[in-house]
């Protein structure tokens, strides 16, 4: 909600998709996301970000964060 109160140019379009139906791009979007989550390294560049995307990270979500925990105790466990 602060975002979207204090940055004129913030939109969000949420759509429903059922998973892999047949959607134009679903694929090639899903493959995309994953490539991003891995590294910032495969983030798009700052410059073709929008203002309020280019200078803070976003919260990450709890099953990254879960993810993470995760194997960060598994790798000292061996």
Do not use: C
């Amino acid at each position: 909600m602060y975002i979207a109160k204090n940055h004129e140019d913030f939109a969000v379009a949420v759509h429903w998709v059922p998973g892999h139906s047949d959607v134009h791009g679903n694929e090639e979007a899903d493959k995309q996301a994953k490539l991003a989550a891995e590294s910032r390294r495969n983030n798009s560049p700052p410059a073709k970000l929008p203002k309020y995307l280019r200078y803070d990270t976003l919260p990450l979500s709890i099953s990254a964060l879960k993810e993470v925990h995760h194997k960060e105790t598994h790798t000292r466990w061996e």
